[in-house]
């Protein structure tokens, strides 16, 4: 059974860093593309970032992109993404999906989605 589970979430301060996470299990991670989306509050869902394990560029939206960086551990199933220099705008729920996005940022239909963690930047 797949599972995705995010974590790090916080409430920071304009200008701060958060580190979030997304734990997965029961599906190979080298077999999967995996993205990082945010909602704020009366907006759409939105792609952060995409990364395929099997190689290939990884996709940030110009909107994180010099601010947000992923890496990835293999050995504990986990996908970070590292968030520097926050501004209120970065105000969402966070979460991770699988094959639910590519290296151009197209968006695709998955079933397969963690809870997500809640970011809240004062200003």
């Known amino acids: 059974q797949v599972r995705l589970v995010e974590s790090g979430g916080d409430l920071v301060q304009s200008g701060g860093s958060l580190r979030l996470s997304c734990t997965g299990a029961g599906f190979n991670w080298d077999d999967f593309t995996i993205g990082w989306f945010r909602q704020a509050p009366g907006k759409e869902r939105e792609v952060v970032s995409c990364i395929s394990r099997s190689g290939g560029p990884t996709y940030y939206a110009d909107s994180v992109r010099g601010r947000f960086a992923v890496s990835g551990e293999t050995a504990k199933n986990t996908l970070y993404l590292q968030m520097n220099n926050l501004t209120p705008e970065d105000t969402a729920v966070y979460s991770c999906?699988?094959?639910?996005?590519?290296?151009?940022?197209?968006?695709?239909?998955?079933?397969?989605w963690g809870q997500g963690t809640q970011v809240t930047v004062s200003p």
């Open positions: 999906a699988l094959e639910a996005c590519d290296s151009e940022g197209n968006v695709y239909h998955s079933v397969y």
